[in-house]
């Protein structure tokens, strides 16, 4: 009889052994990876749940207001939050124009806007400072919970080590929290494996569930992290990390254009 192991499950169901498939997080690399990156405790350690906002018609289409939204199949009118923030993309790109833009404009849950205690409103450009060269773990968490959906998380400009992947063992709990995620690391139970793991830059997130990942933040620059299904993109899934400080970024090309200059004078109309 021919046995069919499906590599990588779309269902990302990886916390306990499976006859049927192979997960990511039973792969091993095979280049040696950089042990400080496995096995010593992270110098950044980012927990980030993400969810959907169902909005109600009197607050979606409140005069003088204008939101992205997503109609889903069943016609709920959605939007994305990461840690209780929707991206919204800065207004100059950071790589090349990283002070043209308003600081204020910047959020994170440390630093959240004033109106973010009402999270509908809470938007701004998401951005997560990271020092150069740190251990970075990741820890996203599926507060979405909408059964056979695995939002793909893409990280630009690396590679991480996908270190642990699950939902929770404790089945008393129906639905997975950022709360119970912490509560969870705390007690020492959120899957964690330190062989040596492959590079990946997309992961599935079981729904429901979380992934652990691990990289070392040596690629300087505001990098986009952000759920794969381009659907989820206009409506906030995203956000940037950004690894060093811009006079660590590469420099800008001389004469490289900038946002905007490549509209012709307003007297050649
Ligand atoms: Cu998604």
Redesign the pocket.
């Known amino acids: 009889m021919l046995t069919v192991l499906i590599m990588n499950p779309l269902d990302a169901m990886c916390d306990e052994p499976r006859p049927d498939a192979v997960c990511v997080n039973n792969l091993q690399s095979a280049k040696p990876v950089e042990s400080d990156v496995l096995t010593k405790d992270p110098d950044i350690s980012i927990f980030l749940p993400f969810r959907f906002h169902v909005y109600k018609p009197t607050e979606l289409f409140k005069p003088n207001s204008y939101h992205n939204y997503l109609v889903a199949f069943d016609g709920d009118h959605l939007v994305s939050l990461i840690d209780e923030i929707s991206y919204t993309g800065p207004t100059a790109p950071l790589l090349s124009q990283y002070y043209d833009n308003d600081p204020n404009s910047f959020c994170n849950g440390d630093n959240r806007p004033a109106n973010c205690d009402k999270s509908v409103d809470c938007k701004c450009v998401h951005k997560v400072d990271i020092p150069l060269n740190a251990v970075v773990e990741i820890v996203l968490i599926d507060e979405v919970q909408q059964p056979n959906i695995s939002?793909p998380f893409h990280l630009h400009g690396y590679s991480y080590h996908v270190i642990g992947m699950g939902r929770s063992p404790d089945k008393t709990i129906k639905k997975i929290s950022l709360k119970h995620a912490l509560d969870l690391n705390r007690r020492g139970l959120l899957n964690r494996n330190f062989q040596s793991h492959p590079l990946k830059d997309n992961v599935a997130v079981p729904n429901n569930g979380y992934v652990v990942l691990r990289f070392k933040a040596d690629n300087p620059g505001p990098w986009f992290f952000h759920?794969h299904?381009l659907y989820?993109i206009p409506i906030g899934?995203n956000l940037i990390l950004q690894v060093g400080e811009p006079s660590d970024f590469p420099p800008v090309p001389p004469n490289f254009p900038t946002c905007g200059n490549w509209l012709p004078p307003i007297s050649s109309f």
């Open positions: 939002h759920c299904f989820h899934m």
